[in-house]
């Protein structure tokens, strides 16, 4: 095989590829098998930021960076803040509870990915369209977010007001003044 | 070499999406806490803004569709896992524990 600069930037994007898949399926591995919860978390942070790579190869950057701020940078960073809150941790139990809740939730979870996985290789899916009204960069997506999906948007934006007051009104019920 | 057209397939996006959505399931059904059944939430919903992504890129005539749902699904799941995290705190304080076999005040 020769190396010429095509096919060597080919070759990088698919090694880059194939790292960001081993990241996200060790991660989200790591997030639900593992031990203690700060674990979790990590793997979780970890497989979020294989999708945004992931979604830089499908064209959309501004996704790629809006995963890594609010999922890495917000939501596992909250995860871990209400850890440290609460002191949660999981109490260890018996060696054949965990092996038979191990393996009943592989039966389960197998039960969803094979026949999601068969139906992928063999469906053959409507052609691509042929027409593309806009190459969906970040002009036309925010275009798009204040046009045909401004009423959605701004329904987002009240909830997210709406979970911000719920969330101070759960969490502060029930505190004593001095403790 | 097929290893090199990996990531202009359709087919690959969706397969981690559904691997993902299986790990999910997995986490959701194994934690015994209400952190770790959290944590394999986001994971479903990541699975699913995936198949959205790779949808929009590969087959619709608009590519701004994909991009606007997973914009959305983030927000939700941001306003979701505030919420889940206060009423965690809340359980915490008044039970001392978030393990779900200890929530049973309600068991008929």
């Known amino acids: 095989m020769t190396f010429t600069p095509d096919t060597l930037y080919a070759l990088i994007a698919a090694v880059l590829f194939a790292g960001f898949v081993a990241v996200i399926l060790l991660g989200a591995v790591v997030a639900v098998a593992a031990r203690s919860l700060v674990r979790n978390v990590t793997g979780l942070a970890l497989s979020f930021l294989g999708l945004a790579g992931l979604y830089y190869f499908l064209h959309s950057p501004f996704l790629a960076l809006m995963q890594i701020l609010i999922y890495v940078g ?106 | 070499m097929n290893f090199i057209h990996w990531s202009e397939q359709l087919n690959v996006y969706l397969m981690i999406g559904a691997l993902l959505f299986a790990i999910g399931i997995f986490g959701f059904l194994r934690h015994r806490t209400l952190v770790g059944m959290l944590i394999s939430g986001e994971l479903i919903l990541a699975g699913a803004s995936l198949n959205f992504m790779a949808f929009g890129h590969f087959r619709a005539a608009d590519p701004v569709t994909g991009q606007a749902f997973t914009l959305f699904i983030i927000g939700i799941a941001a306003a979701e896992a505030a919420i889940a995290l206060s009423i965690m705190i809340a359980v915490y304080r008044n039970y001392r524990s978030i393990e779900t076999r200890d929530l049973k005040e309600m068991e008929g």
């Open chain 1, 74 to 179: 917000a939501i596992c960073v909250t995860i871990m803040f209400a850890m440290m809150l609460a002191e949660l941790h999981e109490e260890s139990r018996s060696w054949l509870m965990t092996v038979l809740a191990g393996v009943g939730s592989f039966v389960a979870a197998s039960a969803f990915a094979i026949p999601l996985i068969l139906m992928v290789r063999r469906s053959s899916w409507m052609p691509a369209s042929s027409v593309q009204t806009n190459p969906g960069t970040i002009e036309d997506l925010g275009r798009a977010l204040l046009t045909r999906y401004g009423f959605a948007f701004e329904l987002i934006s009240v909830v997210l007001l709406l979970a911000i007051l719920g969330a101070l009104a759960v969490a502060r019920s029930g505190r004593k003044p001095n403790s």
